[in-house]
T-cell receptor, first 113, second 116 residues
Framework: DAGVTQSPTHLIKTRGQQVTLRCSPK?????VSWYQQALGQGPQFIFQ???????QRGNFPDRFSGHQFPNYSSELNVNALLLGDSALYLC????????????FGDGTRLSIL | AQSVTQPDIHITVSEGASLELRCNYS??????LFWYVQSPGQGLQLLLK??????LVQGIKGFEAEFKRSQSSFNLRKPSVHWSDAAEYFC??????????????FGTGTQLKVEL
C-alpha cells in the first residue's frame, strides 16, 4: 500500500525563479492538501484540492498555485521565489475533503539562494 | 480562529522515564485533535487522534492522549520512553471549513531528547 510520495526530495532555486513540486496521494485517497513548514515551526496550511479544484486556501499569496490531475496527484507551483519561501513543503492526502486524518509525505526541502 | 499552543519547546527525559507533552487548543466547536511525530528529514507520522467518545485515546508506539474539554487540553503521554522516541512532536486541531474541506492547524512543536 503506497503512501504519499513527493518529488523531488530537495531543490535549490534562486530568487525570482519558479518551482513546481509534485505529490501522489496515498492509494485510495482523492484529496490533497499542501503545507509549508518553515524551520523550527509547525506546518502552515496552503490549500486543499478535491475533484481537481482548489477547495480551500490558507493565508498565502497568489504566487502559490496548484493543480490536481484526474488521477488525484497534485502539483504546487510557486512563482517569483523569495528567500522566505525556503521551507519544507508537505503534501497530505485524505479520502474526501471532510475526512481526517490526513496522511503526510516526507516533503520537499526547498532552498532559495 | 483556532490555535494550538505547545508550551514546551524542548524536553529532555531519561530512557525508561515517563513522558508528558502538553497541548492546549482554542476552537469554538468540538475539535478533532491529533498528535503527529516528525523525525529529522521526514514527514509527519500520525500517532493518535481524537474525534469523539472516550476521552483517553490510544495510539501507536505505546502513546496515549487525554482530551480534557474543561482545560482545552490534549496532552500526550507515554509511560516509558525509548531512545527511538527522540523526535519532534506536533499537536494539531482539525477544522472543517466553510464551503467544505478541512485543514489542520499545528502547534510549533516540542523537540524531545532522550538521554541514555
Amino acid at each position: 500500500d503506497a503512501g504519499v510520495t513527493q518529488s523531488p526530495t530537495h531543490l535549490i532555486k534562486t530568487r525570482g525563479q519558479q518551482v513546481t513540486l509534485r505529490c501522489s496521494p496515498k492509494s485510495g485517497h482523492d484529496t490533497v492538501s499542501w503545507y509549508q513548514q518553515a524551520l523550527g515551526q509547525g506546518p502552515q496550511f496552503i490549500f486543499q484540492y478535491y475533484e481537481e479544484e482548489e477547495r480551500q486556501r490558507g493565508n498565502f499569496p497568489d504566487r502559490f498555485s496548484g493543480h490536481q490531475f484526474p488521477n488525484y496527484s497534485s502539483e504546487l507551483n510557486v512563482n517569483a521565489l523569495l528567500l522566505g519561501d525556503s521551507a519544507l513543503y508537505l503534501c497530505a492526502s485524505s479520502l474526501g475533503p471532510l475526512n481526517q486524518p490526513q496522511h503526510f509525505g516526507d516533503g520537499t526541502r526547498l532552498s532559495i539562494l | 480562529a483556532q490555535s494550538v499552543t505547545q508550551p514546551d519547546i524542548h524536553i529532555t527525559v531519561s530512557e525508561g522515564a515517563s513522558l508528558e507533552l502538553r497541548c492546549n487548543y482554542s476552537y469554538g466547536a468540538t475539535p478533532y485533535l491529533f498528535w503527529y511525530v516528525q523525525s529529522p528529514g521526514q514527514g509527519l507520522q500520525l500517532l493518535l487522534k481524537y474525534f469523539s467518545g472516550d476521552t483517553l485515546v490510544q495510539g501507536i508506539k505505546g502513546f496515549e492522549a487525554e482530551f480534557k474539554r474543561s482545560q482545552s487540553s490534549f496532552n500526550l503521554r507515554k509511560p516509558s520512553v525509548h531512545w527511538s522516541d527522540a523526535a519532534e512532536y506536533f499537536c494539531a486541531v482539525g477544522e472543517g471549513l466553510t464551503g467544505g474541506g478541512n485543514k489542520l492547524t499545528f502547534g510549533t512543536g516540542t523537540q524531545l531528547k532522550v538521554e541514555l
